[in-house]
């Protein structure tokens, strides 16, 4: 069984810095994409970054300058540095991973960890 376990989360002022992290555990062979979305109250979950297994970024245009996305291989783990917080950050934040259980099979499946409140005070 695979596991997604987010820390890092909380409450901060406007202007703040968080970083967050996401484990992944369990029968793991490989990790391709792994990422973090968000989900503020009433709206849909959201894009902000993404990172391939080779290191390859991608960022949310809300984002870009203020957050940066990185991981571990070795760690199976991915964090989120984020920087210069506003208020429009708030949200839950979900860390994504699309991996492969199996070296005999080429399933990617996607895996979501239980999500990590950040809250930003103005």
């Known amino acids: 069984q695979v596991q997604l376990v987010e820390s890092g989360g909380g409450l901060v002022q406007a202007g703040g810095s968080l970083r967050l992290s996401c484990a992944a555990s369990g029968s793991i062979f490989s990790i391709n994409a792994m990422g973090w979305y968000r989900q503020a109250p009433g709206k849909q979950r959201e894009l902000v970054a993404t990172i391939t297994s080779g290191g390859r970024k991608n960022y949310a245009d809300s984002v870009k300058g203020r957050f940066t996305i990185s991981r571990d291989n070795a760690k199976n783990t991915v964090y989120l540095q984020m920087n210069s917080l506003k208020s429009e950050d708030t949200a839950v934040y979900y860390c994504?991973?699309?991996?492969?259980?199996?070296?005999?099979?080429?399933?990617?499946?996607?895996?979501w960890g239980q999500g990590t409140q950040v809250t930003i005070s103005s």
């Open positions: 994504n991973a699309a991996l492969r259980l199996s070296r005999y099979s080429d399933y990617v499946l996607n895996y």
